[in-house]
């Protein structure tokens, strides 16, 4: 049989830098067996996210040479926008798109890990299912600096790579998982980035409202506008109107915004009135922009 096709959506901690960005694309992308499906970009949370596709052995390879023009191109130490990071290869999640790849992008994850902790000499951190039900936000809880701390004092000991954070690049974190939705809300005036935090804190899986497999914040965007930011971990069982619905139900929204690719039955429903700026179904759902 042949090897499965695996997702890599590598979020890296910089969104103002043109050339910076390009750069690390390229490099992503110069495998000619690895396919970067999308690339979004955003100067308010100083991030940009890349979805890869390809087959194991080749998507770990096109990993590590992004992973390595982000280290060498990244510092961390300067300030990196709204949004949560520890480094600058932020987050290396592959993702598997059935239930029989499960193994492969296990797999190809531990790689990853390895060879970043080990070529790179960032430490690597594993999370959700690989790091025992370790979440992203434990370990990004007071950004590099705190997590840092952790590593100083014995708390936390990296799963691969050195046991100190890289002065430059910091750590990154690695998980193999299956596709989960990078979906925000703008809220309209005159809302504010509190009111952003409160309906986070409300609506996130835990919360008084809270929604199954919903991670939320609240982030303030230039000009003062309030945005909450979400990552829709199990977009087959939670479908992205509800989400809509019950943000409506505390502020009014102004626009939304999905952050990479999503699968189909994600949208089922999605209200018309709310704007969505930037989407095409070409190129921004899973199944179309794999079949493209």
Known sequence: MPPPTLLAVPNVSEGRDAATVAAIGAAFAGQDAVRVLDMHTDRDHHRTVFTLAGHPGALGDALLDGAKAAVERIDIGDGRGAHPHVGAIDVVPVVYLEEG?????????????????????????????????????QLRRGGTARLAERMRSGELRPDFGPRRAHPEAGATLVAAREPLVAFNLRLAAPATVQDARTIAALIREGGAEGLPGLR????????????????????????????????????????????????????????????????????????????G
């Open 216 to 291: 939320a914040i609240g982030v303030q965007l230039d000009g003062a506008v309030a945005q909450v930011s979400m990552n829709v971990e199990r977009p087959l069982e939670l479908s992205l109107a509800r989400v809509v619905q019950t943000v409506s139900r505390h502020a009014a929204i102004a626009s939304a915004e999905l952050v990479g690719l999503v699968p189909r039955v994600a949208l089922e429903g999605f209200p018309e009135e709310v704007p969505l700026p930037g989407f095409d179904p070409a190129r921004h759902l899973i199944e179309n922009a794999l079949a």
């Open 101 to 137: 790849a499960r193994g492969a992008a296990c797999a190809q994850a531990l790689v990853v890990a390895d060879r970043i902790g080990t070529e790179l000499e960032v430490p690597v951190f594993l999370y959700g299912a690989l790091g025992v039900g370790r979440t992203r936000a």
